[in-house]
């Protein structure tokens, strides 16, 4: 019945009221992110994604048919009224006394994890990028050693997501000229891929 | 990655667009610290036509109130819980799953003669759950867990009602006021549960309410290792009995329920027909 000790940070954020971050940003998710998310919330991947193409080719860019179209899938958002405000990510929770709330918790994507951290010539820096209104951020405000495993996760999760996708690639390569497919065919690609490292398959290395 | 069993509530959500959902100074402390939510952000409290073990008033003369979740907008039965998370497809999760109240945890299961069944009134889509999931052991541990909270927060009302009755003529509260006082009983309560530890606390939780056949727990032959919630239940007492010492201990009403309830069957309306019947108790 504790509560237990919270990071400084995991107390800022949960101490913002506004959570400007999750109406400003474009939440991109790893696959890992997306496969713990779905199977822990029993919610197919399609419920809470939506994906849009990618103007420049990236490592986590998926393809859908033969063309060199690739897409890249990002957390969905609500549906809002609002014209001057961006919609607020879906998982954001609001009472009705104005506090936001990220519903997922611990379940949320790699990149919430270790917002706004980045590590830069081997040094944990704290951004404040566009997004954050309720706080100037700076290395007192974090666990520097937690951060950079935060920020490393995500890098680790990005370079075996790129692995994923890259497969999936060449699948939709391989495939005829005329094959399309869809996001639910992609999403149930991935959480395959990710059942089968959960059950100890090795990350099989990209045939594109 | 959780190894829950799977659900049928991952695309339904009913129940939180069905009812208003009780919770106790448990349930508050708990969404509150884990969530640093201030429990008036996600919190009302509604008038009670009758007083009973949960109710608590503000003033001498105050309405009998309880506490519920509070739902999207303005509070009505038929809206959304203020934690329901609605995604695509109709697909609906609860925002705060881990922490969610006891109600929510034993929906739709109930205990009838010490046995998990599922209620009679539950909404969940016919044959929603299947023989072996209502045979799951989290049933049962987290109904327990919720007959004992609520349990202990029935003391911790009566002191709250206690206190004023005793203020002076006129006296109104808050409702911060008493939401202030269970986060503070709470947060000793909940040194006392890390104290004692999960293994001692499921003793405890397993056992809640248990008494000799006799009922008679002053009876020198009664073994009372084989009753440690009432260890427990003095622990929690002698906690909430901290606060406010102008106001009298009060009589415990978890005590008087559990000998009241020797013998006596739980709500009939809860209980299915054949569940009833096979049960061999009389319509």
Request: proline share 7%; with cysteine.
């Given at each position: 019945m504790s509560v237990g000790t919270m990071s400084r940070k995991e107390d800022l954020w949960l101490a913002c009221k506004p959570k400007?971050?999750?109406?400003?940003a474009t939440v991109i998710p790893t696959g890992r992110d997306v496969w713990r998310i779905s199977r822990t919330l029993q919610a197919p991947p399609w419920t809470f994604l939506r994906y849009f193409e990618s103007p420049e080719p990236r490592r986590d860019a998926f393809a859908l048919d033969g063309s060199d179209r690739r897409f890249r899938l990002a957390l969905a958002k609500?549906?809002?009224?609002?014209?001057?405000?961006?919609?607020?990510?879906?998982?954001l929770m609001r009472t009705n006394g104005g506090h936001h709330r990220c519903s997922l918790g611990d379940l949320r994507p790699a990149s919430c994890r270790s917002f706004p951290s980045e590590v830069t010539q081997g040094g944990v820096l704290c951004l404040n990028p566009i997004g954050c209104t309720c706080h100037e951020w700076n290395l007192s405000d974090v666990d520097v050693a937690q951060e950079r495993a935060l920020v490393e996760t995500r890098q680790q999760d990005g370079a075996e997501?790129?692995?994923?996708?890259?497969?999936?690639?060449?699948?939709?390569?391989?495939?005829?000229?005329?094959?399309?497919?869809?996001?639910?065919?992609?999403?149930?690609?991935?959480?395959?891929?990710?059942?089968?490292?959960?059950?100890?398959?090795?990350?099989?290395?990209?045939?594109? | 990655m959780s190894d829950a069993p799977t659900t049928p509530c991952g695309t339904c959500g009913i129940c939180c667009r069905s009812y208003v959902v009780p919770v106790n100074g448990y349930d508050i402390w708990l969404i509150s610290t884990r969530e640093r939510l201030n429990p008036e952000e996600?919190?009302?409290?509604?008038?009670?036509?009758?007083?009973?073990?949960?109710?608590?008033?503000?003033?001498?003369?105050?309405?009998?109130?309880?506490?519920?979740?509070?739902?999207?907008?303005?509070f009505a039965i038929e809206r959304d819980c203020t934690f329901l998370v609605q995604l695509g497809g109709g697909h609906a999760r609860c925002g705060i799953y881990e922490h969610r109240p006891g109600?929510?945890?034993?929906?739709?299961?109930?205990?009838?003669?010490?046995?998990v069944i599922q209620r009679k009134d539950s909404r969940c889509p016919p044959n929603a759950w299947s023989e072996e999931a209502k045979r799951w052991p989290s049933w049962r541990v987290s109904l327990k867990r919720m007959?004992?909270?609520?349990?202990?927060?029935?003391?911790?009302?009566?002191?709250?009602?206690?206190?004023?009755?005793?203020?002076?003529?006129?006296?109104?509260?808050?409702?911060t006021t008493y939401l202030n006082y269970l986060m503070n009983v709470y947060d000793r309560l909940g040194q006392l549960d890390a104290q004692l530890g999960e293994e001692a606390l499921a003793r405890v939780r397993e056992n809640w309410a248990a008494l000799p056949e006799h009922g008679d727990l002053?009876?020198?032959?009664?073994?009372?290792?084989?009753y440690p919630w009432v260890t427990y239940l003095s622990a929690a007492r002698e906690i909430i009995d901290e606060f406010y010492p102008d106001v009298a201990s009060q009589v415990s009403i978890a005590l008087l329920r559990a000998t009241a309830n020797q013998g006596t069957d739980p709500p009939r309306h809860l209980i299915p027909d054949d569940v009833w019947e096979a049960a061999g108790a009389k319509g």
């Amino acid at each position: 019945m504790s509560v237990g000790t919270m990071s400084r940070k995991e107390d800022l954020w949960l101490a913002c009221k506004p959570k400007t971050c999750c109406y400003v940003a474009t939440v991109i998710p790893t696959g890992r992110d997306v496969w713990r998310i779905s199977r822990t919330l029993q919610a197919p991947p399609w419920t809470f994604l939506r994906y849009f193409e990618s103007p420049e080719p990236r490592r986590d860019a998926f393809a859908l048919d033969g063309s060199d179209r690739r897409f890249r899938l990002a957390l969905a958002k609500q549906p809002s009224r609002r014209k001057k405000t961006p919609p607020p990510c879906i998982f954001l929770m609001r009472t009705n006394g104005g506090h936001h709330r990220c519903s997922l918790g611990d379940l949320r994507p790699a990149s919430c994890r270790s917002f706004p951290s980045e590590v830069t010539q081997g040094g944990v820096l704290c951004l404040n990028p566009i997004g954050c209104t309720c706080h100037e951020w700076n290395l007192s405000d974090v666990d520097v050693a937690q951060e950079r495993a935060l920020v490393e996760t995500r890098q680790q999760d990005g370079a075996e997501y790129a692995a994923i996708v890259a497969r999936w690639n060449a699948r939709v390569a391989a495939a005829s000229d005329d094959a399309r497919f869809d996001l639910p065919a992609y999403c149930a690609f991935l959480l395959g891929a990710y059942d089968a490292l959960a059950a100890g398959a090795p990350l099989e290395p990209s045939r594109e | 990655m959780s190894d829950a069993p799977t659900t049928p509530c991952g695309t339904c959500g009913i129940c939180c667009r069905s009812y208003v959902v009780p919770v106790n100074g448990y349930d508050i402390w708990l969404i509150s610290t884990r969530e640093r939510l201030n429990p008036e952000e996600f919190i009302v409290a509604y008038p009670l036509p009758k007083k009973n073990a949960e109710s608590f008033h503000l003033s001498k003369d105050g309405f009998n109130c309880a506490l519920a979740l509070a739902k999207k907008g303005e509070f009505a039965i038929e809206r959304d819980c203020t934690f329901l998370v609605q995604l695509g497809g109709g697909h609906a999760r609860c925002g705060i799953y881990e922490h969610r109240p006891g109600a929510c945890r034993t929906y739709p299961m109930t205990l009838f003669r010490n046995a998990v069944i599922q209620r009679k009134d539950s909404r969940c889509p016919p044959n929603a759950w299947s023989e072996e999931a209502k045979r799951w052991p989290s049933w049962r541990v987290s109904l327990k867990r919720m007959d004992m909270t609520f349990d202990v927060y029935h003391e911790v009302v009566a002191r709250w009602n206690a206190r004023v009755d005793q203020s002076p003529e006129g006296t109104t509260y808050p409702l911060t006021t008493y939401l202030n006082y269970l986060m503070n009983v709470y947060d000793r309560l909940g040194q006392l549960d890390a104290q004692l530890g999960e293994e001692a606390l499921a003793r405890v939780r397993e056992n809640w309410a248990a008494l000799p056949e006799h009922g008679d727990l002053s009876d020198e032959s009664v073994n009372h290792d084989q009753y440690p919630w009432v260890t427990y239940l003095s622990a929690a007492r002698e906690i909430i009995d901290e606060f406010y010492p102008d106001v009298a201990s009060q009589v415990s009403i978890a005590l008087l329920r559990a000998t009241a309830n020797q013998g006596t069957d739980p709500p009939r309306h809860l209980i299915p027909d054949d569940v009833w019947e096979a049960a061999g108790a009389k319509g």
